[in-house]
C-alpha cells in the first residue's frame, strides 16, 4: 500500500506563489511517475503536471505552462508543485497521485491518490 498526503494548499492573492507537497509512505515508488491534478468546484478533475520518478522528463497542461514547476526529491520520497503568478482560475482542490508503471507522462492512469488540498486564489 502506498500512502499520499499533500499539504501547502492556502489562501493567496491573485499573482502570488505557492508550494504543494506531496509526501508519499509505505510502498513507494522506484520506477513510474507522480502527478498533480486539480477540481475546481463544478468541474471535471483535470490534470496539472506530472514527472517521472526515475528521469528529468516532465509535463504540463497548457493552462499552467511557464508558472507552474513540478519537481522531485527520491531520497524523501516527496514531490513538489511549484505555483506562481497564480490566477483565481487556479482556485481547486489540489490532488497527487502516484502510479508504478512506465507509461508516458500523458496518460492519465494513476494507481494511488492522496486526500487533496484546497487553494485558493482570490482576486
Known amino acids: 500500500q502506498v500512502q499520499l498526503v499533500e499539504s501547502g494548499g492556502g489562501l493567496v492573492q491573485a499573482g502570488g506563489s505557492l508550494r504543494l507537497s506531496c509526501a508519499a509512505s509505505?510502498?513507494?515508488?522506484?520506477?513510474?511517475?507522480m502527478g498533480w491534478f486539480r477540481q475546481a468546484p463544478g468541474k471535471e478533475r483535470e490534470f496539472v503536471a506530472a514527472?517521472?520518478?526515475?528521469?528529468?522528463?516532465?509535463y504540463y497542461a497548457d493552462s499552467v505552462k511557464g508558472r507552474f514547476t513540478i519537481s522531485r526529491d527520491n531520497a524523501k520520497n516527496t514531490v513538489y508543485l511549484q505555483m506562481n503568478s497564480l490566477k483565481p482560475e487556479d482556485t481547486a482542490v489540489y490532488y497527487c497521485?502516484?502510479?508504478?508503471?512506465?507509461?508516458?507522462?500523458?496518460?492519465?492512469?494513476?494507481?494511488?491518490w492522496g486526500q487533496g488540498t484546497q487553494v485558493t486564489v482570490s482576486s
Open positions: 497521485a502516484g502510479r508504478r508503471l512506465r507509461l508516458p507522462l500523458s496518460a492519465p492512469e494513476y494507481d494511488y
Open positions: 509505505g510502498r513507494t515508488f522506484s520506477s513510474g511517475a
Open positions: 514527472i517521472s520518478w526515475i528521469t528529468e522528463f516532465t
